[in-house]
């Protein structure tokens, strides 16, 4: 093997950027918990759309939905009807967009990011049910330009280190 060196200076210097590179890459768990902290920043802008963002919005309610909670926001449960079937504290909205928040799913390793909810009726509300008459309404939705971005972290991350600790 061959190794040329050009316009990098001197070879302490270069070595010293590559052993930075390779710290950078046993040391992700920074980079990662950004990655994590911008999902839910995006849930956020989610659910303040309505499900717009990444493209249409959430399915109407129904009237007799409209009627019972006595608004028409689609996931939320603040400032609705007293006596609907719900806590009115907008637990799926929070545990999606507050990681400290109950039901949130949210953790990141070096390698990986786990992000949810364990909230009741999340499943039923991001993909729909039959039995329920309920539209999909998905809340967790990513772009390709998100993950476009998420993968520049990363690379920015592993290519141009800064100091590693």
Same mark, same amino acid.
């Given at each position: 093997?061959?190794?040329? %060196?050009?316009?990098?200076?001197?070879?302490?210097?270069? &070595?010293?950027?590559?052993?930075?590179? &390779?710290? &950078?890459?046993?040391?992700?768990? *920074?980079?990662?918990?950004?990655? %994590?902290?911008? !999902? *839910?920043?995006?849930?956020?802008?989610?659910?303040? /759309?309505?499900? =717009? =963002?990444?493209?249409? /919005?959430? #399915?109407? %309610? $129904?009237?007799?939905?409209?009627?019972?909670?006595?608004?028409?926001?689609?996931?939320?449960?603040?400032?609705?009807?007293? +006596? *609907?079937?719900? /806590?009115?504290?907008?637990? %799926?909205?929070? /545990?999606?967009?507050?990681?400290? &928040?109950?039901?949130?799913?949210?953790?990141?390793?070096?390698?990986?990011? $786990?992000?949810?909810?364990?909230?009741? *009726?999340?499943?039923?509300?991001?993909?729909?049910?039959? #039995? @329920? =008459?309920?539209?999909?309404?998905?809340?967790?939705?990513?772009? +390709?330009?998100?993950?476009?971005?998420? @993968?520049? !972290?990363?690379?920015?991350?592993?290519? =141009?280190?800064?100091?590693? #600790?």
């Amino acid at each position: 093997m061959e190794i040329i %060196l050009l316009d990098f200076g001197d070879v302490t210097r270069e &070595a010293m950027r590559l052993r930075e590179g &390779a710290k &950078a890459a046993i040391t992700t768990q *920074y980079v990662m918990d950004k990655i %994590l902290a911008d !999902m *839910y920043r995006i849930e956020g802008e989610i659910f303040k /759309s309505q499900g =717009r =963002r990444g493209g249409g /919005s959430w #399915k109407g %309610l $129904s009237d007799i939905t409209i009627k019972r909670k006595g608004m028409t926001d689609k996931l939320i449960t603040i400032g609705m009807a007293e +006596g *609907y079937n719900a /806590s009115g504290q907008d637990l %799926l909205r929070k /545990s999606v967009t507050d990681p400290t &928040a109950e039901y949130s799913v949210g953790h990141a390793t070096k390698t990986t990011i $786990s992000f949810g909810t364990s909230r009741p *009726y999340g499943f039923v509300h991001q993909f729909g049910s039959t #039995k @329920r =008459r309920v539209p999909p309404r998905p809340f967790i939705k990513f772009t +390709g330009r998100d993950i476009d971005r998420w @993968r520049q !972290m990363i690379y920015d991350h592993l290519l =141009r280190p800064h100091t590693v #600790k």
